[in-house]
C-alpha cells in the first residue's frame, strides 16, 4: 500500500506535542535562570533556602553522636560555622516559625523554642566587616554601621531623631517618636511630677523601647532602665540598644506573664508603645501593676492619651486606672502620669477585675499565663513600696525582707555579698579580667542568685543582666529591691537577645543550669548551652565559669570546640570548697569565602 502525502501538521501529534514541551520547558528555565541572576528574587530565594537549611531537623541520631563525642572531649575539630545569613539568629524568635502561629493576643509574636534536636549545632559568625565595637560611654552616641547593617529605622525614623547614618558609623541623637528633640527634654518634664533624681527611683522598665534613647539617657540620673521590644518589622532596635551598650532585652507583651518578678519596677513608662492596655479586659494594664512597686510610677505618652478621634480608649485606661486606685498626678499633653497606691481593693468596674486568691504566686513568671485579676499588695505591710526601701545607693546593700524567701535568707544575704566582693576583686588582680576597664560594659550573670557578683561591679562602667534559673529558688525579687535588674530563664533554651550582646558572661555552676533539681540527671547538654553562650558572647569577650574541676575540665575541652582560648584557675585562697575558675575569650573569626 502507497503512503499517504499528509500535510506536515498532520504528522505524529504525540511527537510534535512533546516537542512543544520540551520547547516550553527551556525557554522556561532560561527565563528563570535570568529572574535569579540578574533580579532580587534570586538573592531571596537564596537567603531563604539557606535558612531553611540552618533551621531545617537534621538527623537526631548523627547530632546525638556529635554531642556524645564533644563531651567525651573525643571531637578535637571546631563545631562548624552556621551560614553566613545567620548573623542575627535568634532560635526563640524565628518569624518564620512564628508567622504560623495564632494572631491573638500577639501570641505569635512570643518565644516559640525549636525543639533541641531541631537546633542547629554550629557557631554564628559576625557579619562581613564586623569591628570590635565602640567602647562605652561613646557608644551610646555611635557604633560601627557595618556591625548591623540594617538602615530601616535609620531610614523611617530619621526625622524623629531615633538613628542616622553619618560614615561607617550609626549615629544616635536621643530621639523618639515622643520625643524627636531628645530625650533630654522629655525627662525634663517627667521631672517636674516624678522624683527622677535623688535615688528614690532606681529600676525602671521601658516598654515598646525603640533603640532605647529613652533609658540610656535616664543612665546618669542613677535610673537603671530595663528596655525591652519584640523582634518586629523594624529587625534590629533591641540589638542597637546593646550595640549601644544600653540594657535591653527581646520580648513580647503577648499572652503570658513578663518573667519578672512582682513589684519589680519603680517606674514603668511607655512612650507610644502601642500596647492596647485595656484590651481583653484590661489583662495588660493588671499586668503593669503586678510589675510596678507600690508607690511606684506608671508613665504613658501618646495614643490613646488626649488622642484625635481614641476618645473611648482614653476614656476607658482613665477608668481601669480608677478601679486600681491610681492616683492620678498628671496630664500634660499627650502625656500621663500615675501613682500606683501601697493597697487597693478594686472598685466596682466594668472590667470584672477582682484581687488574686491566696494560691496566686505574683512572682512566678516562666511560661504563666496572664491572670485578669489583680495581685494583693496590702499582705505586704508596705515592706516593698517606695518610700520604705532604702533609696540608691543604700538599698543595694541591705537585705530586702523578700530574702526570707530562703532559710536564714538574711544572712545568706549578707554573707553572699561578702564573698562576692572577695571573687570579684581576686577576678580583677589575679585571673586579669578586664571588668573596671572600658573593654567590658555588658555583662551577664547566667546564676544569679542574689546578684552579689552584680552588686560587686557597683563602681565599674557595667550593666548586668541578672539571670535566676526558672527552676531554681526564685530569688530574682530580691534582686531588684537590692536596685538591679534581671530575668527568669530556663537554660535548656535560647536566651531572647542578638548573637553578639555581651562583653562578659559569668556563670557559678554552670552544670546546676542544666541538670533536674536534686537529680544527677540532666534535663539537656552542655554542649548546646556552650553554643548558646558562644551565640551571646561578642569576639573577643570574656566568659568566666565557676564549677568543679572535673565540669572545668569538661568545659575547657568544648571550649576548644567553640574556639575559646580558656585557662584553668585555682579558685580563691579564702574559698571553700572544691572549685577551679576557667576564664576564656571568644575569637575573632570569621567566614571565609569557601564556608559561605
Partial sequence: MGHLNLPPSKRNPRQWKLLDFVTALFFALVLLFFLLVFTPLGDSMAASGRQTLLLSTSDPKQRHRLVALLEQGHHLQPIEAC???????????????????????????????????????????????????????ESLHKIWHSNMPHNKI?????????????????????????????????????GQYIPITGGTIRTALDMGCGVASFGGSLLSEGILTLSFAPRDSHKAQIQFALERGVPAFVLMLGTRRLPFPAFAFDFIHCSRCLIPFTAYNATYFIEVDRLLRPGGYLVISGPPVQWPKQDKEWADLQAVARALCYELIAVDGNTVIWKKPDSCIPNQNEFGIELCDESNDPSYAWYFKLKKCVTKTSSVNGEYSIGTIPKWPDRLITAPSRALVMRNGIDLFNADTRRWARRVAYYKNNLNVKLGTSAVRNVMDMNAFFGGFAAALKSDP???????????????????????????????????????????????????????????????????????????????????????????????????????????????????????????????????????
Avoid at 542616622?164 to 524627636?180: A, D, L
Avoid at 548551652?529 to 566568659?543: A, F
Fill in 462 to 596: 557595667v550593666w548586668v543582666m541578672n539571670v535566676v534559673p526558672a527552676r531554681k529558688p526564685l530569688t530574682l525579687d530580691v534582686i531588684y529591691d537590692r536596685g538591679l535588674i534581671g530575668v527568669y530563664h530556663d537554660w535548656c533554651e535560647p536566651f531572647s537577645t542578638y548573637p553578639r550582646s555581651y562583653d562578659l558572661i559569668h556563670v557559678a555552676g554552670i552544670e546546676s543550669l542544666i541538670k533536674l533539681p536534686g537529680s544527677s540527671k540532666s534535663r539537656c547538654n552542655l554542649v548546646d548551652l556552650m553554643v548558646e553562650i558562644d551565640r551571646m558572647l561578642r569576639p573577643e569577650g570574656t566568659v568566666v565559669i565557676r564549677d568543679s574541676p572535673e565540669v572545668i575540665e569538661k568545659v575547657a575541652r568544648m571550649a576548644q570546640a567553640v574556639r575559646w582560648t580558656a585557662t584553668i584557675n585555682n579558685k580563691e585562697p579564702e574559698s571553700h570548697g572544691r572549685e577551679n575558675i576557667l576564664v576564656a575569650t571568644k575569637t575573632f573569626w570569621q567566614l571565609t569565602s569557601s564556608s559561605s
Fill in 154 to 190: 535609620a531610614d523611617r525614623k530619621g526625622h524623629q531623631g531615633w538613628m542616622k547614618e553619618q560614615g561607617p558609623y550609626f549615629i544616635f541623637p536621643g530621639g523618639g517618636t515622643m520625643f524627636p528633640d531628645g530625650a533630654a527634654p522629655y525627662i525634663e518634664k517627667l
Fill in 83 to 137: 551560614p553566613a545569613d545567620s548573623v542575627d539568629h535568634m532560635p526563640c524568635e524565628d518569624p518564620r516559625r512564628n508567622s504560623q502561629l495564632s494572631r491573638e493576643m500577639n501570641f505569635y509574636r512570643e518565644r516559640h523554642c525549636p525543639l533541641p534536636d531541631e537546633m542547629p549545632l554550629c557557631l554564628i559568625p559576625p557579619p562581613l566587616g564586623y569591628k570590635i565595637p565602640v567602647q562605652w560611654p
